[in-house]
């Protein structure tokens, strides 16, 4: 229910023995009682003061009751208003009405109980209107507030979901360093296997690319290719040390454990399952001759297959170091030679299409240049092994710069120098080739 509020009541007539008569009529009513002789005089009052009900007569000089309160209207459109009229104006009185301009009217001479009623009536309706208004102002103010609190609510989330996506770019950037320092534990036990798996990634990278996979299905394809030899940590040196040719029976048996090794490696660590799958069958065949478990078709996961090409294409390539054309087209040549056997014809076809072999081709026509770490630029290509001055091994002969291992080498460079610099591949131009042929 609205609060109850004193009220102003203005009676307004130009014979003061009516404006007296109200005054009686009102005197038991909780209100301020104001009078004017004039609808000018009642108009100025109505300016400075704030008026709940107005009684108006007809009847008067300058300006008629009708003429008034219309105007009051104008004034203070909340005011009640009631007109006091004789028979000969019902028609003015009639208009008023359908103008909105007056609440009530009553003729001379009243009936006080009647006209009373109507005056509480009204004075309960405007304290209705006045809640009403309060309430709106309210609701007005609060649906305002709303907005800034709604907007400012935006800012807030959208500033905090920047900070989770960069707080998960850089815990994804942390990870992938952290998966490329476990390849460089396998870097430090055979310097031909890191690189080989630095390259491997690379490629199952670009050809699952296109694939439609999902960003975790993604990263585990990407992660086991740069850990899918891990497990020839727990193969003996005096096998390791042997070249691929001459293993023994025994010894294959021993380096074939390393696909399981690999899954053991990595078992212990949270939602790694998947990566370990890849790890243990990237040596299966398409036609199931493979091993360790001699899966066949699709039954090979999809990540192990992507692997299994890529890691084939770059033992072939980069048998004899970086690869030239010749090598490339050789390695390429073997994965369709073997497509539907060894290797998915499907994922063969992919490799094909998107031209993979590209990314490892060099100009053979190229001199050598020592450069700084700070100088090196991406897609330089490294000339020879790059160690610290301790011994500790980087990156091989052949690695393709990408801007983290730019990185990588300064920060390593700068508690453990490279001495001498890096000797990076350039290009010979064109012209230059010609006159040393000629």
Same mark, same amino acid.
């Given at each position: 229910?609205?609060?109850?509020?004193?009220?102003?009541?203005?009676?307004v007539?130009?014979?003061?023995?009516?404006?007296?008569?109200?005054?009686?009529l009102?005197?038991?009513?909780?209100?301020?009682?104001?009078?004017?002789?004039?609808?000018? =005089?009642? #108009?100025? /009052? !109505?300016? *400075? %003061?704030?008026?709940?009900l107005?009684?108006?007569?007809?009847?008067?000089? $300058?300006?008629?009751?009708?003429?008034?309160?219309?105007?009051?209207?104008?004034?203070?459109?909340?005011t009640?208003?009631?007109?006091?009229?004789?028979?000969?104006?019902?028609?003015?009185?009639?208009?008023?009405?359908?103008?909105?301009?007056?609440?009530?009217?009553?003729?001379?001479?009243?009936?006080?109980?009647?006209?009373l009623?109507?005056?509480?009536?009204?004075?309960?309706?405007?304290?209705?209107?006045?809640?009403? =208004?309060? #309430?709106? /102002? !309210?609701? *007005? %103010?609060?649906?305002?507030?709303?907005k800034?609190?709604?907007?400012?609510? $935006?800012?807030?989330?959208?500033?905090?979901?920047?900070?989770?996506?960069?707080?998960?770019?850089?815990?994804?950037?942390s990870?992938?360093?952290?998966?490329?320092?476990?390849?460089?534990?396998?870097?430090?036990?055979?310097?031909?296997?890191?690189?080989?798996?630095?390259?491997?990634?690379?490629?199952?990278?670009?050809?699952?690319?296109?694939?439609?996979?999902?960003?975790?299905e993604?990263?585990?394809?990407?992660?086991a290719?740069? #850990?899918?030899d891990?497990?020839k940590?727990?193969?003996?040196?005096?096998?390791?040390?042997?070249?691929?040719?001459?293993?023994?029976?025994?010894?294959?048996?021993?380096?074939r454990?390393?696909?399981?090794?690999?899954?053991?490696?990595?078992?212990?660590?949270?939602?790694?399952e998947?990566?370990?799958?890849?790890?243990?069958?990237?040596?299966?065949?398409?036609?199931?001759?493979?091993?360790?478990?001699?899966?066949r078709?699709?039954g090979?996961?999809?990540?192990?297959?992507?692997?299994?090409?890529?890691?084939?294409?770059?033992?072939?390539?980069?048998?004899k170091?970086?690869?030239?054309?010749?090598?490339?087209?050789?390695?390429?040549?073997?994965?369709?030679?073997?497509?539907?056997?060894?290797?998915?014809?499907?994922?063969?076809?992919?490799?094909?299409?998107?031209?993979?072999?590209?990314?490892?081709l060099?100009?053979?026509?190229?001199?050598?240049?020592?450069?700084?770490?700070?100088?090196?630029?991406?897609?330089?290509?490294?000339?020879?092994?790059?160690?610290?001055?301790?011994?500790?091994?980087?990156?091989?002969?052949?690695?393709?710069?990408?801007?983290?291992?730019?990185?990588?080498?300064?920060?390593?460079n700068?508690?453990?120098?490279?001495?001498?610099?890096?000797?990076i591949?350039?290009?010979?131009?064109?012209?230059?080739?010609?006159?040393a042929?000629?």
């Open positions: 229910m609205p609060d109850k509020r004193r009220h102003t009541i203005l009676a007539d130009d014979e003061e023995g009516i404006l007296k008569s109200l005054r009686r009102l005197a038991d009513l909780d209100a301020e009682v104001l009078t004017a002789t004039s609808g000018k =005089k009642a #108009l100025d /009052m !109505l300016k *400075s %003061r704030d008026i709940s107005i009684i108006s007569d007809q009847r008067m000089p $300058e300006m008629t009751g009708v003429e008034f309160l219309q105007r009051s209207r104008e004034v203070s459109p909340e009640i208003r009631i007109l006091l009229t004789g028979y000969a104006d019902i028609n003015a009185t009639v208009d008023a009405i359908n103008s909105g301009a007056i609440k009530y009217y009553f003729n001379k001479p009243w009936d006080d109980d009647i006209l009623s109507r005056i509480r009536e009204s004075l309960d309706l405007y304290n209705v209107m006045a809640e009403n =208004k309060r #309430l709106n /102002m !309210l609701i *007005s %103010r609060q649906n305002e507030k709303l800034d609190m709604n907007k400012t609510l $935006e800012q807030r989330v959208e500033k905090q979901t920047n900070v989770i996506r960069n707080q998960h770019q850089q815990l994804v950037k990870f992938m360093e952290t998966i490329k320092a476990f390849s460089a534990i396998v870097e430090l036990r055979s310097k031909d296997v890191g690189s080989h798996s630095h390259r491997v990634a690379s490629t199952a990278a670009r050809m699952i690319k296109f694939l439609d996979l999902g960003e975790k993604y990263q585990d394809v990407v992660v290719a740069f #850990l899918h891990i497990g940590i727990g193969i003996p040196d005096k096998i390791m040390d042997k070249v691929e040719n001459t293993y023994t029976s025994s010894d294959l048996d021993v380096v454990k390393h696909t399981i090794l690999g899954q053991s490696c990595v078992s212990g660590i949270s939602d790694f998947d990566v370990g799958l890849i790890i243990r069958h990237h040596h299966e065949n398409f036609d199931g001759t493979g091993y360790p478990d001699g899966l078709d699709t090979i996961p999809l990540g192990a297959r992507v692997v299994r090409i890529a890691d084939e294409f770059d033992k072939q390539s980069f048998a170091g970086y690869p030239t054309m010749k090598a490339l087209s050789k390695a390429t040549a073997n994965l369709v030679l073997h497509s539907g056997t060894l290797f998915d014809p499907d994922l063969v076809k992919k490799f094909i299409e998107l031209d993979i072999a590209k990314q490892f060099y100009k053979e026509e190229s001199e050598t240049f020592l450069v700084s770490p700070i100088h090196l630029k991406e897609g330089m290509v490294v000339a020879a092994d790059i160690d610290t001055r301790s011994g500790m091994f980087v990156l091989p002969r052949g690695a393709k710069l990408s801007q983290g291992m730019i990185n990588r080498i300064i920060k390593i700068a508690f453990d120098s490279i001495p001498n610099g890096i000797e591949h350039r290009t010979i131009q064109k012209q230059k080739v010609a006159n042929r000629t």
